[in-house]
């Protein structure tokens, strides 16, 4: 099968043959139709995120169940599906807990050695050595993974936008939802209107937030925040952004989510987080970068500072699915840009760059 690999850290994104992936006992086999191009993926290859290598990345995937192993009930050959780039194993503590969005041993086997929880990779390239998989190793034309990573989808959802609920709307929703605790009429500042930030948007909205305000430096962004639901907008490059959402919101906003990752924008949301709401970090840094923040305002402002990673697969894209079906949340309204996977190296430079608004799409079937 055709796979983008990553030799080295800062090596290039590269069209290879690898074998084509069997699943095991409780994993499922996708044939992929769309990977989502993320950031964090650009962490990884260029050595800011440690990681294996040789590896395939791409974390945000949909397509067709094409093979499934034993045990597997809840999705059968044939099946639209979507795949999460959190793989819970279902038996540590945190899975047990219903806590499954830090499931230990994805954080401890995948996501430090890539691979899968037998301890093997499921990619080899045509000499028969490993290839690290990041996630499922979604830039391939198949992928395998633990079938608590796998969800259906509706029949009236495009299986190709789908892609990018597995990854920046499930964060989304996992920091609205189980962080945030987000109700209907809610006030949600979002900073940073990159693919998560924006998806983080769109769902406010979906879910019935009142008040939506995008913080961002550049105006195309904002203007796609306006479009996917924000109702108001902060250009952080005029003026203090803080004072601005202060004024919007009469004192701070009850849920503050961070989409950049940067130790100036922590403190700004911080900051902009009103007495007794929640301050919600998503964005993720290289290794090492910490930030600071007043600790007084916080502590007497009981305002609560909470990280979030992902959210829980099978519920939350179950109820992401839900939503794109009837309506309230379009995955397609973010995808501005569409490459091939040939093209995957030129996406991924185009995102570094800052060139991509919304998020950008490798679909299998397509041609440059």
Same mark, same amino acid.
């Given at each position: ?38 950031? +964090? ?6 050595? @800011?995120?440690?990681?294996?290598? %040789? ?49 230990? +041993?994805?954080? @401890? ?9 037998? $301890? ?35 029949? @009236? ?16 929703? $996992? ?22 930030? &924006? ?9 019935? /937030?009142? +008040? ?15 479009? &996917? ?11 203090? %952004? ?16 961070? /989409?950049?990752?940067?130790?100036? +924008? ?77 093209? /995957? ?22 041609? @440059?």
């Amino acid at each position: 099968m055709r796979a983008i690999v990553v030799r080295a850290a800062g090596a290039d994104f590269r069209l290879e043959e690898l074998r084509r992936p069997t699943p095991g006992p409780g994993e499922v086999l996708l044939r992929i139709a769309a990977c989502g191009v993320c950031h +964090t993926d650009l962490h990884v290859q260029d050595g @800011s995120l440690a990681f294996r290598f %040789p590896a395939t990345l791409g974390h945000e995937v949909s397509g067709t169940v094409e093979e499934v192993g034993d045990g597997v009930g809840h999705v059968a050959v044939g099946d639209a599906a979507v795949g999460a780039f959190i793989m819970p194993c279902g038996r540590c503590r945190m899975c047990t807990m219903d806590r499954e969005e830090i499931c230990e +041993t994805f954080l @401890s086997v995948n996501r430090r050695y890539g691979t899968l929880y037998d $301890g093997t990779t499921r990619l080899y390239d045509a000499d028969g050595d490993p290839v690290w998989m990041y996630s499922m190793g979604g830039l391939a034309e198949y992928a395998v993974l633990p079938a608590l990573a796998v969800a259906p989808l509706p029949a @009236s959802a495009s299986l190709a936008e789908c892609a990018i609920l597995g990854c920046a709307f499930l964060t989304a929703y $996992g920091a609205l939802v189980h962080v945030g605790d987000i109700g209907t009429g809610a006030t949600v500042v979002v900073l940073g209107s990159g693919g998560v930030g &924006l998806s983080t948007i769109a769902t406010a909205r979906a879910l019935g /937030a009142g +008040t939506i305000i995008a913080v961002d430096i550049t105006r195309e962004r904002l203007a796609a925040a306006v479009e &996917l639901g924000a109702t108001a907008t902060v250009d952080a490059t005029s003026g203090d %952004p803080v004072d601005a959402v202060r004024e919007l919101t009469g004192g701070g906003a009850e849920i503050v989510v961070e /989409a950049v990752g940067q130790p100036r +924008t922590v403190r700004q949301a911080t900051e902009m987080t009103a007495a007794g709401g929640r301050c919600v970090l998503v964005g993720i840094a290289p290794s090492g970068v910490t930030a600071e923040f007043e600790i007084t305002p916080l502590v007497r402002r009981k305002v609560q500072v909470l990280g979030s990673m992902g959210g829980r697969p099978l519920p939350d894209l179950t109820a992401l699915g839900r939503l794109v079906s009837e309506g309230a949340l379009d995955p397609g309204a973010l995808i501005t840009r569409r490459f091939p996977l040939e093209e /995957a190296g030129t996406a991924y430079r185009l995102l570094g760059e800052g060139r991509i608004i919304g998020r950008a799409l490798i679909e299998m079937g397509a041609s @440059s």
